[in-house]
């Protein structure tokens, strides 16, 4: 069975059969080897820790790690956003509580005034 290098991964539907092939190295028959289409996705194995290769590593580890703090500073900024929110909404809520007094007292004097001018009207009223 040949050996072929896969660059970039592919299906084939060869013979009747589906088969799917990942980037990397695969035996296959010889008749699926020596097909036009997987010739065109197949190559030369790529060398294994080359200079360029090994510095475009570093460089891509180096965003990799300025991306992650980044994303630490920001998940801070978030956590401390959240804090101070639902300080707000508890904020929010004793005024709300302290509204709700308020408008009870004020409706319980609007019924006591009431009462006392009724009243009032009704003693009038009895005095004539």
């Known amino acids: 069975m040949p050996k072929i290098y896969v660059k970039k991964g592919f299906t084939l539907q ?3 059969e589906k088969h799917e092939f990942a980037v990397g190295n695969h035996d296959v028959p010889a008749a699926i080897a020596a097909h036009w289409f997987v010739k065109a996705h197949t190559g030369d194995e790529p060398a294994a820790g080359s200079e360029a290769e090994q510095g ?3 460089e891509q580890r180096a965003a990799l790690e300025s991306a992650a703090q980044l994303l630490e500073g920001r ?3 978030l956590r401390q956003l959240q804090d ?3 300080q707000r909404q508890e904020a929010i809520a004793e ?8 408008e009870a007292a004020v409706a319980e004097r609007e019924q006591a005034a ?3 001018a009724a ?3 009704k003693a009038a009223k009895q005095s004539k």
């Open 95 to 102: 005024r709300d509580a302290e509204l709700a007094k308020r």
């Open 75 to 77: 998940a801070e900024q």
């Open 114 to 116: 009431d009462k006392a």
């Open 14 to 16: 060869h013979e009747g």
């Open 119 to 121: 009243d009032a009207a």
């Open 56 to 58: 475009d590593m570093a």
């Open 84 to 86: 101070q929110l639902a």
